[in-house]
């Protein structure tokens, strides 16, 4: 991720959540999101090549994909890499939010967390050394 984008963040949470479309507004009108829609929706469907793709090149995705990439691995009993990238997707997301200058942004990790991350996180604190 270049830079920053709240909305586009608040809108892939959205997509995420709710696994409908949202069309981003304002300035970020402009941003083709429809991708990063497809792949969350994709992924969560149980289509292979989603998570094949995100794994390829995770860089090109946003935090929620990544949060969403970590429950569909965990799911699959791949619950060290779920682990990775649902930290992963954290930390981006926090950096993201941190750099926002609407505060609310934190609110959107907080969802995320709430959502992907209670399964996670007790699994990731069973075993303190790996």
Known sequence: MKKPLFSLFLLLLCTALHAKEIAPKGEFANINVAEQNKTVKALLQGH??????????????FPPTLYALSH???????????????????????????????????????????????PINKYAMSDIKN
């Open 72 to 118: 569909v691995l965990f799911n699959q009993g791949r619950k060290d890499e779920a682990v990775f990238w649902f930290y992963a997707g954290q930390l981006r997301a926090r950096s993201d939010a941190n750099k926002a200058l609407d505060r609310s942004a934190r609110q959107a990790v907080s969802a995320l967390n709430q959502q992907y991350g209670t």
């Open 48 to 61: 292979d090549a989603s998570l094949y793709n995100i794994l390829k090149a995770p860089e090109n995705y």
